[in-house]
């Protein structure tokens, strides 16, 4: 699943502005109190932080590019490397095991 250029920045940039612009809340006996980031250091770090979000972004990406290719490439040799096959495959091996766990665990005497 590939997101565009513009989702992927948006979506970086709300990361960034809630992380850095956060307010922490702190549960204390008599009463709460909340402590703010200074926002000298939020406007210092915050590009840093999203530089380093896309350039992680565009790594990943990059390298789920390759692995599609090698994949590809892959299933030239033998059809059982094909995406679609391999997603089949896993999907039915995890229900089966997931219903097994659902089925161990409303059958014990947890409760």
Known sequence: MTKSP????FSITI????FVFCVFIFAR???GGAD???????????????????????RVNKKSNEC???LAELEKKDSLWGLDSMRARVEE???????AWEGAWLGSDLA
């Open 93 to 99: 091996t995890f229900f089966v095991v997931q219903q």
């Open 29 to 31: 006996a008599g009463g």
């Open 36 to 58: 703010t980031v200074n926002p000298v250091l939020a406007f210092v770090l915050a590009p840093f932080i999203f530089f380093y979000g896309l350039f992680l972004a565009f």
């Open 6 to 9: 513009r989702t992927l920045i």
């Open 15 to 18: 990361s960034v502005l809630s």
């Open 68 to 70: 599609s290719a090698l």
